[in-house]
């Protein structure tokens, strides 16, 4: 079941109407537990069969981690159970070379699974002993499908003993929402179609639109799962949960390795609780070090799909992460020696747009679906010559409507601006709780706004996100960038 569509819309005003009828707290995990079943499970009922079965494996695990008689013991239960849970993922991701699809969803709640399993090993939470509540965690309907990825040891806790939202608790829930929607119809998806106009046959252009595609990608991705990610966390602020975040203004970011803190951010702990620590994190040297941040983004590459491509991609990041770790000193001393503070706006700015670049040349290889393309439009970033710029129209890419192009480039300002606006967000944290939080610019912003210029300004988005979902293939522009992964 997709967010965007009008049988979500029923099925959530059921959910949350169901959910507020239940008056025992008790009892309140039994509705999100049948919400995740039929969300999980519409128009493919056997997919449930797989929640279920990560949800026994790790049922079962929990409860011989907890009553394990000696720390050996317990290490070896939790390897198995570990183990047997990602197998399931990885075991489908062979499969899906062959040409098996992938469940939609399946990594997101795998990580999920495993993260409640890691929580009871360290001692972080006691063994969950009731199965439905332990399958209402992994099958939670906001994240199943792209996350956030949660941690048991926050999401388990609210569930068991759950909290009625306040009345601005709704209201920022709602704003979220209609907000990843009017992201995702309004600029991911008005972006895709340029994007695909060059990447499907970047040989017929030169190196301006290769780069322009490239920028125009990052802003799209960010923009598709950013959006996805606000709607999953307004859905579970509307039913009374608090969900960690999942980004965090990247493209504000100075430095990769600030960047990739803040993209992505829960996937990003995953792999650092699990890949990146266990590995021995920064604890054993440096060489190690880097040898650790270059395995993460090697299973990270392998995780996002086949082909060479997606390791390439991986294996580049983690490069650029290491040379910018390594040459972090001699850059900031350079600066001292030339007398440039580093809070000079100027320099930031220059900053963050050499990291955006980065970014988004890293990511052609993602998006190229070959290494043969990603070179070639690579070939032709890097062959860039003044004389081009004569040639070179945006419209085109928009297939030469300069009423989209127009759209689109309003849109993306808005978004993007409204992003700025909205740093500071999300960085309270309680215990390494990420959460949103009710402070920023926007919100407080908006809240302050007379009630009448609110109701407008919502309708506005609603207005035109259902005018994009109407103008063009409805599963073309629902479909997330991430139900792939």
């Known amino acids: 079941m997709n967010l965007i569509s009008l049988t979500f819309a029923v099925f959530f005003l059921l959910v949350l109407v169901a959910y507020r009828l239940v008056k ?15 969300f999980y499970g519409w128009g493919s009922p056997l997919r449930v ?30 390897t198995l159970f570990f183990a047997l849970t990602v197998a399931i993922l990885v075991g489908y991701k062979i499969f899906n070379y062959r040409g098996i699809s992938l469940p939609v969803g399946l990594s997101f709640y795998i990580f999920q699974a495993a993260y409640y399993l890691r929580d009871v090993y360290r001692d972080r939470i006691p063994a969950e002993h009731n199965f439905l509540r332990l399958f209402a965690f992994v099958s939670f309907f906001p994240s199943v499908l792209s996350g956030p990825i949660q941690k048991a040891r926050y999401l388990l806790p609210q569930l068991a003993s759950p909290k009625n939202p306040d009345q601005e608790q709704l209201i920022h829930g709602f704003l979220l929402f209609v907000w990843g929607m009017f992201v995702k119809t309004c600029v991911a998806d008005r972006l895709s179609g340029a994007v695909a106009y060059v990447f499907d046959a970047p040989g017929y252009y030169n190196g301006l639109y ?39 203004n990247p493209f504000l970011s100075v430095n990769l390795k600030e960047l990739w803190n803040r993209w992505h951010v829960s996937l990003n702990d995953w792999f650092v609780e699990n890949v990146y620590f266990p590995l021995g994190g920064s ?10 941040i270059m395995v993460v983004f090697l299973i990270s590459g392998l995780w996002h799909g086949q082909g060479l491509h997606f390791v390439i991609w991986g294996v580049v990041n983690g490069i650029l992460l290491v040379i910018g770790e ?11 020696r030339l007398h440039i503070r580093e809070d000079a706006g100027w320099l930031l700015w220059i900053r963050r747009l050499i990291v955006f670049l980065l970014f988004s040349l890293a990511f052609i290889f993602f998006r190229a679906g070959t290494v043969e393309a990603a070179l070639v439009m690579l070939k032709g970033i890097f062959t860039i010559r003044p004389w081009m710029f004569s040639g070179f129209y945006p419209q085109q890419m928009f297939d030469k409507d300069n009423v989209l192009f127009a759209t689109a480039l309003l849109s993306v300002l808005f978004f993007l601006l409204v992003q700025y606006l909205r740093r500071g967000e999300i960085h309270r944290e309680e215990n390494g709780f990420k959460q949103h939080v009710l402070r920023s610019g926007a919100y407080r912003r908006f809240r302050s706004a007379p009630a009448l210029v609110q109701m407008l300004c919502l309708a506005l988005l609603l207005v035109l996100s259902v005018f994009a979902v109407c103008s063009g293939d409805t599963a073309t522009n629902t479909k997330f960038i991430y139900f792939a992964f």
């Open 49 to 78: 069969v797989l929640l279920f079965l990560a949800t026994g494996i790790i049922y079962l695990g929990g409860l011989l981690i907890e009553r394990a008689k000696s720390p050996k013991q317990k290490r070896g239960f939790f």
């Open 326 to 336: 390594l040459t972090d000193g001699f850059r900031r001393g350079l600066r001292s």
């Open 24 to 38: 025992n707290p008790d009892h309140k995990y039994l509705v999100m537990a049948a919400a995740g079943c039929v």
């Open 210 to 248: 290769h780069l322009a595609a490239a920028m125009l990608f990052s802003i799209e991705l960010y923009a598709d799962f950013a959006g996805y990610s606000d709607m999953a966390i307004g859905t579970s602020a509307m039913l009374g949960f608090s969900v960690e975040r999942n980004f965090d």
């Open 283 to 292: 604890r054993k040297g440096t060489v190690r070090k880097y040898c650790n």
